[in-house]
């Protein structure tokens, strides 16, 4: 039997890596790290709704003890934001639907329902500024595609 023939060619190659490496990174890797950030913010925000949910956290009686609208929105922001992470996080379009939603939401409740969760004007300007955010990313992304 003979042996194989190696040829110096094999041991030249470079990883097929290296390549993406030296990529300039554009707005759409922007847009996803900004998207993975705002997955793990939103991770954050429905776990801390179902601390409250489930009673860990909070006091007044517990969940049980706050009024029906504030028992309703932090149910539905314990399920919004989990699943708005779980979209962002994989770059999904529909991820990105989730927490517009949730973020237009919590906006509208805390403007136009300030006894559920007290009118925090810091809520409504926090999450003003992650939405254009967002809007800036995708407007730069898509104007970064060919047509």
Not at 75 to 104: K, Q
Not at 139 to 145: H, M, S, T, V, W
Request: proline share 4%; hydrophobic share 55%; glycine share 8%.
């Amino acid at each position: 039997m003979t042996e194989p023939m190696i040829s110096n060619q094999a041991r030249d190659l470079e990883p097929a890596v290296a390549a993406d490496e030296q990529r300039k990174r554009g707005w759409s890797d922007w847009l996803v790290y900004f998207l993975r950030v705002m997955a793990f913010v939103s991770m954050i925000k429905g776990l801390y709704h179902w601390a409250y949910v489930c009673g860990v956290a909070g006091q007044n009686g517990g969940f049980e003890g706050h009024a029906l609208p504030w028992q309703a929105a932090t149910v539905f922001f314990a399920v919004i934001d989990l699943v708005a992470a779980v979209g962002l996080w994989l770059a999904a379009p529909w991820g990105a639907v989730v927490w517009l939603t949730s973020s237009i939401s919590m906006i509208a409740v805390e403007l136009f329902f300030p006894q559920i969760y007290g009118g925090s004007m810091e809520v409504v300007f926090l999450e003003g500024m992650l939405i254009a955010a967002y809007l800036v990313l995708a407007i730069f992304a898509a104007r970064e595609q060919p047509a």
